[in-house]
């Protein structure tokens, strides 16, 4: 099986920590999305759309879209569970995590960067600020979520790790990367650092992949 990611890519960080959460082994492969990798015409092959992550395993059609490689790694491998065993709670765990997945992620992503900068005139203060505003309010938003709603535990829901904290961390991650100040969100600092303490997500950190800078 292997993964096509980027070091510090947030959507590659989520399979990763699902990955090691299940004890899954992978290849990964990187694709330098700074230096227009995800543009080689083998990789577009592998995904038309240029983005990571991409699964691939032999035999088969590759695989794309974080969250669709979550769902799929869970019917995969069940245990330990990644979403909860009712409809309502994997419902809810499945809206917490689109909200950062499908609705903030996707607006700082390098590509939306890159057009940005070369169409719209940003320079890297304007940048800042444009993450400042959809990293905050995709967790300000989780924040009011896991502060009024019941389901909410030691981590998103419950009291063991969900699609739902991989989100949230991808985003947390992010923010503390580029030094981001987003105002307070207590619930989501106590639930990053419940994750902070767990090894799957410690080894997934964008660091401590290959490529990462020293």
Same mark, same amino acid.
């Given at each position: 099986m292997d993964l096509y990611g980027y070091w510090r890519s947030a959507a590659t960080y989520r399979v @990763?920590? #699902? $990955?090691?959460l299940k004890g899954i082994g992978v290849h990964e492969i990187p694709i330098d999305l700074d230096k227009g990798e995800q543009d080689a015409p083998y990789f577009r092959a592998i995904n038309p759309q240029g983005a990571v992550p991409a699964l691939v395993e032999p035999g088969l059609p590759p695989l794309t879209q974080s969250l669709a490689l979550l769902e799929y790694l869970e019917e995969l491998h069940p245990h330990p569970a990644l979403l909860p065993a009712d409809p309502r709670g994997r419902a809810r765990v499945r809206s917490l995590a689109a909200g950062i997945a499908a609705d903030s992620? !996707? $607006?700082? *992503? !390098? @590509? *939306?960067r890159n057009y940005l900068m070369q169409r719209e005139g940003f320079d890297a203060t304007r940048w800042k600020a444009w993450q400042t505003q959809w990293f905050g309010e995709g967790l300000r938003t989780l924040e009011a979520r896991l502060t009024t709603e019941p389901g909410t535990g030691k981590f998103c829901h419950g009291d063991m790790p969900t699609f739902a904290d991989l989100c949230l961390m991808s985003c947390v991650i992010g923010v503390r990367v580029f030094k981001l100040d987003i105002g307070p969100t207590p619930t989501v600092d106590r639930i990053a650092t419940a994750?902070?303490? $767990?090894?799957?997500? #410690? @080894? #997934?950190? !964008?660091?401590?992949q290959a490529g990462a800078p020293t």
């Open positions: @990763r920590v #699902a $990955l090691n992620h !996707p $607006l700082i *992503v !390098p @590509r *939306v994750c902070d303490e $767990l090894e799957a997500f #410690a @080894r #997934a950190h !964008p660091k401590l």
